[in-house]
Each structure stands twice: as C-alpha cells, then as structure tokens.
C-alpha cells in the first residue's frame, strides 16, 4: 500500500524545546517537501529536497532543519528558534521530470499538528 | 500582491447545485495548474491536473484553464454532501521546477 506517512500526528511542545517531526514516503518518489499551513494563509514551503543529502531552503526556513539521508525519508526539525510554530505540518512527495504519473503533482502526508503549550 | 489569489469563502450551496471555484494568478510564467482537495484535518488529495489553456474533465469534475485572462476554475456537478472540503488551487511555471505556489483554499460546505 503506497503512500506518504507522518508521526505523530498530534504533537505538543514545550517554548524552548526543539521537536522532530517524522515524514517517509514508499513511492519511490525522488523529491519531498516540508509544508506550513495556518488558517487564512495556505501553504507555505518551509524546505524541499530533490535528492538524498541535497536540500533547499523554501519560503518560510527560518527556525527550522531538515536531512535527507535516505531516499524515502526526510524529517523536519522545529527548533527553539522559531518563533510561532503552532501550525499543521504537512509534507509531500513528487517525481522529478517524466514519470509515472504527472510531472509536478505532489502527494500528501496526513500532516502533523504541533501546538506550544 | 500575491501570486495566487484564492476567495477564501466560505461557500455554501445546496446538494445537486453546480459549483464553480476559481483562482486568478500574475505570474504569466506559471504553466501547470492543480486542484487539490483538503478533508478538515487531512492532507490535501490531487483532484486535477491541466496543462497549459484549456479544459480537463473527470467524472463531476471540470478543469478549465484561461491562460489569457490568467484565470482557472474547478466545476463540480451534482454537488454531493462529501464534496464539502477545502479546494486548493496550485501552480508551477517550469516542468521539473517542482516548486508549486499554492492559493489560500476555498471552503465549500454542500447543504444536503
């Protein structure tokens, strides 16, 4: 059964601590994204990755890292630095270039929700 | 300005009603257009995927794209209780780029 996973799905912190959210992927998907979402504002892109050990800043990166040591997993830590990171996280997959599927498309992980306490 | 601009909502419309959501975008580079839709606390799911002008159709779903006017709307016929979610419409400008830019969403509710 192919598709994107995220753990935990609900997720409280404590202000100063850092947190790491889980996202795999078994789609054999070479690209994943790490995604912000808070009412009223749409999708933010907080890091993206196209490929193992390779990975970018998106809009948003600041109070946050990534890695990507493997090709079907890219964790997203959530640092003490950022500032206001009660929000639902979600990540995607996509492939690169022509493919199965349509170039460009990205899939969806069910999302985590982190709230600061 | 944003790039994309989405009407937030929300939308309301009875069972069986046609329903038409619509984005406008600015960047005249963007290419590719998507329709995702968002369940209350899920991920969004890929609905439609259109290149360039023109018109996509899937089931009670219609993609329609106006490259000219950039402008591109999602139709649904026979509106259906389960169609109530969040539509997402997203955009990229280059095959491969891999960066989408997303509008805000639209809530739809379908009154039974």
């Known amino acids: 059964d192919g598709g994107i996973t995220q753990s935990p799905k609900y997720l409280f912190r404590k202000e100063g601590q850092n947190v790491t959210l889980s996202c795999e992927q078994n789609?054999?998907?070479?690209?994943m994204y790490w995604y912000r979402q808070d009412p009223g504002q749409g999708l933010r892109l907080i890091y993206y990755?196209?490929?193992?050990?390779?990975?970018q800043k998106g809009d948003i990166a600041e109070g946050y890292s990534v890695s990507r040591e493997k090709k079907e997993s890219f964790p997203l830590t959530v640092t003490s630095a950022q500032k206001n990171p009660t929000a639902f996280y979600l990540c995607?997959?996509?492939?690169?270039?022509f493919g199965a599927g349509d170039p460009d498309t990205q899939y969806f992980g069910p999302g985590t929700r982190l709230t600061v306490l | 300005q944003k790039e994309v601009e989405q009407d937030p909502g929300p939308l309301s419309v009875p069972e069986g009603a046609i329903v038409s959501l619509n984005c406008t975008y600015s960047?005249?580079?963007?290419?590719?257009f998507m329709w995702y839709r968002q369940y209350s606390r899920k991920g969004p799911e890929l609905l439609m995927y259109?290149?360039?002008?023109g018109n996509k159709e899937d089931g009670r779903f219609t993609a329609q794209v106006d490259k000219s006017s950039k402008y591109i709307s999602l139709f649904i016929r026979d509106s259906q209780p389960s169609d109530s979610a969040t539509y997402l419409c997203?955009?990229?400008?280059?095959?491969?780029?891999?960066?989408?830019?997303f509008g805000t969403g639209t809530r739809l509710t379908i009154i039974p």
């Open positions: 995607a997959s996509s492939i690169i270039g």
């Open positions: 789609l054999n998907h070479d690209a």
């Open positions: 990755s196209q490929i193992v050990n390779d990975f």
């Open positions: 960047n005249s580079a963007f290419q590719y």
């Open positions: 259109t290149y360039s002008s």
């Open positions: 997203a955009m990229s400008a280059i095959l491969g780029n891999e960066k989408l830019t």
